[in-house]
Every structure is written in structure tokens, then in C-alpha cells.
């Protein structure tokens, strides 16, 4: 089961036992999730509602999208007496993403207010979850923070990804989101809390991230792993539909600055025997998301790989 961690804690009797249950997480998941996190309850529902009313006014738009078509063909060619075969390079998924400096969705008339509230809660309490691992690294406060605003002279990155993954007639040949580690910092997911479907890979068998109702997934990205020098991991996960499940899925993203460099900490590979070195290259994280988007659905390590060979 995947780690359920009191955050309130962090600030009491318990923070050493806290910290330790959030370093586990990191360690040996690459996926915890947070309860008592200071996200008022709420604001929480009313995320749900606004997210929900929204994805209501883009249903009939979901129906005609390239995944929907697609699975309709494969559906009249298996009624034909034709062979069936995964639909491996689309998702079951209908999506959109808020940034600070793009349009957002102005119905329902509350969205706007209730996400931008919830992505200011949001994102204090990733540098709260990025100090705690600056600790548990070893190394000081604000540590990460700095390194993914280049020491304070570019803004990180701090995306919303509001999905959906509607009821599917066919489950069995498409996923709701393909396989994939994520490509940046700390991911903040607030999950459907009744149907499930995410996944991760742990020691080789895919572990259901159980639901549980107003706490917010964390997961570590890419980067977290390469500052790091590997002692947290970047885990593969995927999301799998149902046929009559409608999962919610509202998951944001603490970013490197696309300026940063990212590489692992000094002081982390100066604590390893020195014929070990450093596990990772330093690159700047826009190289690395140039070859991201091309191999998101691959494995990492060519990634890291690509970007060495580009210094």
C-alpha cells in the first residue's frame, strides 16, 4: 500500500518520525500521499465541483476526439472478424492545463476563483514537501527551490493538469494514461477519491495509489531523482479506465525554471566513495524537456543519456 503520511506532524513531537515516513516515500516508492497537508477541506470540494461542472461542458467534445474514433474503427473492424491490438500510442484522457500566463476556462463562472485559490495552497505546500527533502537530503533549506529557479533569477515552472478519464467501453485496449515517468520536480496530485485506476511500478508489479479522500498524491519527477544522485527515484505509473468508472484527475507540477541547470547536489555525490562520482550529467532542463516530449513513453535513462551527449 502506498504510504499515507500526517503532515500536520512535520511541526510537532513527531516531525523526525514525519520526515523519516516522507524520506521512505521518496526512497523507496517515488510516490507518498499526504493527509492533514493544510489544504483546507473546502476549497477541496470545491475543486471537485468546479472540475467536475467543467469536464460536463466538454463531454460532447471528448465523443469526437482522435482516442473515441479510434476505438470506434477498432470496434466495427473486430465485428468484421478482424484482430484485435492494443492501442498503444493514445490515452483514454480528456485534458487541459492551467498556467499563470495562458486563458483559462471561464465556465462555470467560479472556476477561475476556487483553481486559482487552490493553486496558491498548492504550491506553497510543494516548497513545504521540497524543504522537507532538502532535510532529509542532507542538504540546506531551499536547496531544491534554488536549483530549479537558478538561484532565484527565473521563475519555476508550476503547471495544472486537469483531467478526466471517462467510462470506456473497451478497457482492454487502451489505457486511460500510458506508462511514464514524469519529466520534472514534485507532482502534486488531488485524485478521484472513489474511483481508482492510478498506478505505479514497484519492484516490478503494478500497486494501485489507493484513494483517499482530501489527500494530495506526491510523487518525485525526473529532476528530483538527478539532484538527488539517484537516492530518490522517479517511479514509472500509469492510470487504466474502466467501463463505468469516471475518474477526476487534477495533478500540478513544481517545475524546474526551463533556464535552470539541474544536476546532482555536491554535496551528495562528495558523500559517495569518489570512484562512484556522480550519477547523472548536468544539463538545463530545457534540453532535457527537448528530448522529453519525443521519448516521454520511454525509458529514462536514454533521456539522461541524450542530454550528456548534447554538453
Known amino acids: 500500500m502506498i504510504p499515507v503520511i500526517d503532515f500536520s506532524k512535520v511541526d510537532g513531537e513527531e516531525r523526525a518520525e514525519t520526515l523519516a515516513q516522507i524520506a521512505n516515500g521518496c526512497e523507496e516508492w517515488g510516490f507518498f500521499q499526504l493527509v492533514n497537508h493544510g489544504i483546507p477541506v473546502e476549497l477541496l470540494e470545491c475543486v ?7 469536464y460536463k461542458l466538454r463531454q460532447e467534445s471528448f465523443k469526437e476526439s482522435n482516442p473515441v474514433q479510434l476505438l470506434n474503427k477498432l470496434v466495427e473492424e473486430e465485428s468484421e472478424g478482424g484482430n484485435v491490438e492494443r492501442l498503444n500510442d493514445v490515452d483514454w484522457e480528456d485534458v487541459f492545463v492551467l498556467q499563470d500566463d495562458e486563458p483559462w476556462p471561464s465556465n462555470p463562472p467560479e472556476f477561475k476563483e476556487t483553481m486559482r485559490e487552490y493553486r496558491k495552497e498548492l504550491r506553497k ?27 532565484g533569477e527565473h521563475e519555476p515552472f508550476f503547471g495544472t493538469k486537469v483531467s478526466h478519464y471517462p467510462p470506456c467501453p473497451r478497457p482492454d485496449v487502451i489505457d486511460g494514461l500510458r506508462a511514464h515517468t514524469d519529466a520534472g520536480g514534485v507532482i502534486l496530485l488531488f485524485q478521484d477519491d472513489e474511483v481508482g485506476g492510478l498506478q505505479i511500478l514497484k519492484d516490478s508489479k503494478w500497486v494501485d495509489v489507493q484513494p483517499v479522500k482530501h489527500s494530495i498524491v506526491i510523487n518525485t519527477g525526473d529532476q528530483i531523482e538527478v539532484l538527488s544522485n539517484g537516492r530518490y527515484k522517479s517511479v514509472w505509473h500509469r492510470v487504466l479506465v474502466s467501463s463505468n468508472g469516471d475518474r477526476r484527475s487534477i495533478a500540478s507540477f513544481y517545475n524546474p525554471s526551463l533556464k535552470a541547470t539541474i544536476a546532482p547536489a555536491i554535496k551528495l555525490v562528495a558523500s559517495q566513495p569518489q570512484e562512484l ?28 543519456q541524450a542530454v550528456a551527449a548534447a554538453l
Open 125 to 151: 505546500l510543494a516548497e513545504r514537501v521540497m524543504e522537507a527533502m532538502d532535510e532529509n537530503l542532507g542538504l540546506e533549506r531551499g536547496y531544491i527551490s534554488r536549483a530549479f529557479s537558478a538561484n
Open 277 to 304: 562520482g556522480a550519477s547523472y550529467p548536468k544539463f538545463v532542463f530545457g534540453d532535457y524537456m527537448d528530448v522529453y516530449v519525443k521519448q516521454k513513453f520511454l525509458p529514462k535513462e536514454p533521456r539522461f
Open 48 to 54: 471537485k465541483k468546479v472540475c467536475s461542472a467543467c
